[in-house]
């Protein structure tokens, strides 16, 4: 179970990262009129349509409460940073108590329909990629369609 600051960190990101109705995000000078030259009337309106939040999950401790997390209302993504959860544990990748580590957060995403996210740092530049499985199945149906 996720304890203490942690946790309002987790309750609370959603709300940090929308702008009002649906959070307390606030909306100050920024550089986003020149960036962004053309669509600032729209900004405001539609900033909390094109957020997308990804919660990174980097630890054993992460991985633990990896249900937890991907149940957090309105994560979009769950990214597994390979390098630090590798670093963190010190377990290789090619561990099976890794892949063990790795498999509880992955399947924590799929089963919340949540994006799982990894970087390939082997390319140029390191890209981030992130994928949506279909969620598992819990029941023990065999999906035929035996209505006779």
Same mark, same amino acid.
Do not use: C, V, W
């Given at each position: 179970m996720i304890e203490g600051s942690f946790r309002i960190i987790l309750n609370e990101s959603q709300a940090v990262a929308s @702008? $009002? $109705? #649906? !959070?307390? =995000?606030s909306f100050g $000078? !920024?550089? #986003? +009129?020149?960036? *962004?030259?053309g669509v600032t009337a729209n900004y405001r309106r539609t900033y909390n349509d094109n957020l997308v939040l990804i919660a990174i999950v980097s630890t054993v401790e992460g991985a633990y409460n990896a249900d937890e997390i991907a149940g957090v209302r309105g994560i979009h &993504?769950? #990214? /597994? %940073? &390979?390098?630090? /959860? +590798?670093?963190s544990s010190g *377990? @290789?990748?090619?561990?099976? +108590? *890794?892949?063990? /580590?790795? =498999? &509880?957060i992955? +399947?924590?995403?799929? %089963?919340e329909r949540l994006h799982l996210c990894t970087a390939d740092r082997t390319a140029s530049?390191?890209? @981030?990629?992130c994928v949506k499985e279909k969620a598992k199945r819990h029941d023990d149906d065999d999906d035929d369609d035996d209505d006779d």
């Open positions: @702008l $009002p $109705p #649906f !959070g307390t =995000r $000078p !920024g550089q #986003f +009129e020149s960036i *962004y030259a &993504a769950i #990214f /597994l %940073d &390979a390098m630090n /959860l +590798e670093s *377990y @290789l990748q090619s561990t099976k +108590e *890794y892949k063990m /580590l790795a =498999r &509880a992955s +399947e924590s995403a799929q %089963d530049p390191h890209t @981030l990629t």
